[in-house]
Each structure stands twice: as C-alpha cells, then as structure tokens.
C-alpha cells in the first residue's frame, strides 16, 4: 500500500479510473488525518483527500466512511472527495 502523500503506481491508478468517475460514491477506511483534511482509501491503496472545510462531522484514523470523487487530477494521480 502506498502512503498517503505518495501516488500509487500507474496500473493501479489507470485501472481505478476505468472502473469510477467523478460523482461515484465509494465507501473507504480514514489511514491518516492531517491539520488541512483526511486520507481516506478508497481500495488498493488509493487515497483520496477530504479538505477540512467539507467535514460535516469528526473524522477518525481507522473509521470507514461514504466519500464521492469530488474531482480527480489524473497526472498527479490525486484526487478530492466529499463526504457522501
């Protein structure tokens, strides 16, 4: 699995984007809060961020939560998420 701040390598990415779009929603597990949002990973290593001004409740290391692929930088291989 890679960390957070690292993107995933260029198969797995790919593959993510041929099987989900921008508005899908994804139930994924929290690996890392940070002081601007939190990681969440949305399978295979995949993390996705939620920018801290979209939480609508606390969000904790470990919790799975329902997130929609808000928007998705296909060259950094990043992607935002809302919670859903």
Request: charged share 20%; aromatic share 6%.
């Amino acid at each position: 699995m890679s960390r957070p701040h690292e993107p995933v390598p260029l198969p797995v990415w790919q593959r993510f984007l041929a099987e989900h779009a921008t508005g899908d929603v994804l139930s994924g597990r929290v690996v890392d809060v940070v002081p601007f949002g939190a990681f969440v990973d949305v399978g295979d290593g995949i993390h996705g961020l939620i920018h801290v001004s979209e939480w609508v409740t606390p969000i904790e290391t470990g919790s799975t939560v329902s997130v929609r692929i808000n928007s998705v930088d296909t060259e950094g291989r990043r992607m935002s998420l809302t919670p859903a």
